[in-house]
């Protein structure tokens, strides 16, 4: 019984910056990977940045030097600083993180989404 909540999106002028946020709630022993993705119309969904449980961090080369993401553990929440957006920024982002359970179940769940627009 693990639940992602989503939020931060919204229009926003390019240029501009948003902060989007992930908790996690439920039967949760421990987060390890945590990870933003996005999907355009038309396109395939694809990563945007990852943080491991030791605060390592990788990026899509497309937002490398604009995007941070981090995470408070002691909140079960994953953050992504977006700043100097662009139109090619718009997409619907997804939140995804790998659990383990009280139960010693481990598995990957994702967030419901958030719409991000840009505008030129």
């Known amino acids: 019984q693990v639940q992602l909540v989503e939020s931060g999106g919204g229009l926003v002028q390019a240029g501009g910056s948003l902060r989007l946020s992930c908790a996690a709630s439920?039967?949760?022993?421990?987060?390890?990977?945590m990870g933003w993705y996005r999907q355009a119309p038309g396109m395939q969904r694809e990563l945007v940045a990852t943080?491991?449980?030791?605060?390592?961090?990788n990026y899509a080369d497309s937002v490398k030097g604009r995007f941070t993401i981090s995470r408070d553990n002691t909140k079960n929440t994953q953050y992504l600083q977006m700043n100097s957006l662009k139109p090619e920024d718009t997409a619907v982002y997804y939140c995804?993180?790998?659990?383990?359970?009280?139960?010693?179940?481990?598995?990957?769940?994702w967030g419901q989404g958030t719409q991000v627009t840009v505008s030129s």
């Open positions: 943080i491991t449980s030791g605060a390592n961090t």
């Open positions: 995804n993180v790998d659990v383990v359970t009280f139960k010693n179940s481990r598995f990957s769940t």
């Open positions: 439920g039967s949760i022993f421990r987060i390890n990977n």
